[in-house]
C-alpha cells in the first residue's frame, strides 16, 4: 500500500525549515527520501532501515519512528536549492527479501522563495 | 562515470504500436527496476531484476514485458501501446537492497 506524506506542500522563505512526514500501514523495514526537481530524476537523500542503521548525505535529517512506521525528513535553514518534490520510497520485509522494492508516496512540494 | 542512462528521453506512438526502451547502467549494479510517473501518484513499480537473466513482476506489469540479458541493460517493452501508457518512465539500478537508488533521466512517452 502507498504510504501517505504529509503535508502535500509547502512554502518558505530561504533560512526557515521545514518537516515532512511519511506514514505507512504497514510494518517497514526502511524507508528512502527523493528529491526530485521539475523534469529530473529523483535524486537519492537518505535510507533509514529498521534498527536504526541511516545512510545518507550528511546536511540531511530524518528519523523513523519504528512503532509507529513513520518517518520525518527535517529540513533546516532551507536554501533556494531545496525547491523541489520530496517523495519517501517505504521497503516492506527483512532485509534483501523485498529485493529492494519501494513503494512511493505521492510526493511532497516545497517551494523555497528569496 | 555515466550511471545510468536511458534512451529515448522522449517519444510519441501511435495506439497499437511497439517499442523498447532501453536502460544502461556501468555501476556494476544487481538490482534494477522500472518504474512509471504519473501525476500526482507518485512512482509505481512495473518490473525488476535482481541480477542477469532474472526479471520479476512489480505492481504494474500489464502491458509491459522486460529483458536482463546482459547485466548492464535491462530493456522495457510494450507490445501493443494504449492511451493508459502515457507516462514518463525512471529506470533505476541499486548494489544491494536497502542501498540507494540512481535514477536515470527518463522517458517521457506519449500514445496517441
Known amino acids: 500500500q502507498q504510504p501517505v506524506q504529509s503535508p502535500q506542500a509547502v512554502i518558505l522563505r530561504e533560512g526557515e525549515d521545514a518537516v515532512i512526514n511519511c506514514s505507512s500501514s504497514k510494518a517497514l523495514y526502511s524507508v528512502h527520501w527523493y528529491r526530485q526537481k521539475h523534469g529530473e530524476a529523483p535524486v537519492f537523500l537518505m535510507i533509514l532501515l529498521k534498527g536504526g542503521e541511516q545512510k545518507g548525505h550528511e546536511k540531511i535529517s530524518a528519523s523513523f519512528n519504528e512503532k509507529k512506521q513513520q518517518s520525518s525528513l527535517y529540513l533546516t535553514a532551507s536554501q533556494l536549492s531545496y525547491s523541489g518534490t520530496y517523495f519517501c520510497?517505504?521497503?516492506?520485509?527483512?532485509?534483501?527479501?523485498?529485493?529492494?522494492?519501494?513503494?512511493f508516496g505521492q510526493g511532497t512540494i516545497l517551494t523555497v522563495h528569496p | 562515470n555515466a550511471g545510468v542512462t536511458q534512451t529515448p528521453k522522449f517519444r510519441v506512438l501511435k495506439t497499437g504500436q511497439s517499442m523498447t526502451l532501453l536502460c544502461a547502467q556501468d555501476m556494476n549494479h544487481e538490482y534494477m527496476y522500472w518504474y512509471r510517473q504519473d501525476p500526482g501518484m507518485g512512482l509505481r513499480l512495473i518490473h525488476y531484476s535482481v541480477g542477469e537473466g532474472t526479471t520479476a513482476k512489480g505492481e504494474v506489469p500489464d502491458g509491459y514485458n522486460v529483458s536482463r540479458l546482459k547485466k548492464q541493460n535491462f530493456l522495457l517493452g510494450l507490445e501493443s501501446a494504449a492511451p493508459s501508457q502515457t507516462s514518463v518512465y525512471f529506470c533505476?539500478?541499486?548494489?544491494?537492497?536497502?542501498?540507494?537508488?540512481?535514477f536515470g533521466s527518463g522517458t517521457r512517452l506519449t500514445v496517441v
Open positions: 520510497g517505504t521497503e516492506m520485509g527483512a532485509g534483501g527479501t523485498s529485493y529492494g522494492k519501494l513503494t
Open positions: 533505476a539500478s541499486s548494489y544491494w537492497p536497502s542501498y540507494g537508488y540512481t
